[in-house]
């Protein structure tokens, strides 16, 4: 089996899911029209757990109908929006009870402590949104679907949510290797100057200057990684690879 | 006919959606579900322009069915999420043609210049989301619903997507007037401290520290204006009349 050198769609997914906590609803309306509204989430395990008033448009839209889809952002430092990237999560919304709630409901007020002031308010309901279908889009070229079934199984990527730093690092210090890696081992042997935009549990996301133009690729480590006390060994070996010829 | 001392949901929401270029749209799949997802958009008037791919799965939705609405927010220094501005535009997406797709595709470019690098492309289209229906949120407790038609006879604010330098001014150097505004125009004589928070045509947005707690209001100069430049003489007079007593 050949070793993954990036994130799957799953885990691309399960990455943006948990970097932050908000995001947009779509529900459906009472004449089955479809509305999308800001929400706050929390997220136990997979699932995003949402706290609506039914008071509100999309808390009286699920209790008639649970089909919902959540979009999340993860904007970057790119001024152009479409280079961002982003998830739909699509399912169907569930109101746990028991320990289910008790979970959900901790799950919620863990990411947006705020709810605290409101979660036990009589019109607000805790929502599980289960999700069937997912759609990943990493940033330019780079997209994909996963199953409810996919996407459950991995887990977030615990490198990525650290990397601001050393990305920060590499790119001040560290732009020849970065040129480098371009040219021998990215496929880019006529590379005038590459900057790292991202780092994950798998490699770095680089984007190189051509004369031809501007390309997006990505170098993979010798082996993935499981924190980002781990980056700077990983890309001090990228880095020797690349001066040697790859 | 008293004189208007805030924005109507209507021109609230006309300023959000004319303050970003992207949002998240509402459309329905194949089977009728609620689908979520991130788009750019720049405006014709009142309307939002997108500009999908039909490979994309909005794009094949919008093509089965014309119903969408979209959401789109605006973030504020305040970490909770709960507290930003947002609107909900609901109506039905149309494909302009002739003249109308000229000045469509015009007003996409003008708000997303990178999409000229695909904006001709044959499975693009252009289409634009004629508004029925607004809901708007200004914040905690300020918001309200509006018509297609009200949201289409009022403009955005002329003065809130300027005013964050005068806000930071107020705030830093003006701290004692705020206080005194809260005092004696906006009804909390025990204030003792305000900040002020977002500034229109109509007045200033005041968070307030009282021993009961943080509350919010709103002060309103004596009449309304027409740019940024008139918010210092506006808040002048703000401070002189909170002075003597209101």
């Known amino acids: 089996m050949a070793t993954r050198d990036r994130p799957s769609a799953a885990e691309g997914a399960r990455t943006i899911a948990a970097s932050t906590n908000s995001g947009t609803l ?17 997220m136990l395990d997979e699932a995003p757990v949402l ?31 479409q ?21 959900a409901r901790e799950a919620h007020l863990a990411a947006v402590p705020g709810a605290a002031n409101y979660i036990d308010f009589g019109d607000f309901t805790v929502w599980v ?11 330019y070229g780079r997209m994909d679907v996963a199953t409810g079934e996919e996407y459950a199984a991995v887990r977030p990527d615990p490198v990525a949510p650290h ?25 880019f042997p006529d590379a005038s100057a590459a900057t790292c935009t991202g780092a994950d549990r798998y490699g770095l996301d680089l984007r190189v200057t051509t004369p031809r133009g501007i390309a997006y ?30």
Do not use: K
Request: negative net charge; glycine residues 8%; hydrophobic residues 40%.
């Open 129 to 139: 949104l289960r999700v069937a279908r997912v759609r990943w889009y990493g940033g």
């Open 163 to 187: 990397s601001a730093t050393a990305i920060a690092h590499l790119n001040a210090d560290h732009a020849d290797d970065l040129c480098a890696m371009a040219r021998t081992l990215a496929g």
């Open 83 to 103: 280079s961002w990237a982003r998830v739909t999560l699509a399912g169907v919304a569930e109101r746990p009870v028991g320990d289910d709630l008790v979970a």
């Open 51 to 81: 706290c609506l008033s039914s008071l509100a448009e999309h808390g009286r839209n699920l209790q008639t109908d649970q089909r919902a889809s959540i979009s999340i952002v993860s904007p970057g430092d790119d001024p152009d929006p």
């Open 217 to 246: 690729t990505r170098v993979g480590y010798a082996a993935p990684i499981d924190s980002h006390r781990d980056l700077r060994s990983a890309t001090v070996e990228l880095a020797q690879r690349a001066r040697i010829g790859g």
């Open 26 to 42: 779509a529900t459906l309306t009472a004449t089955g029209d479809p509305w999308a509204s800001f929400v706050t989430y929390g």
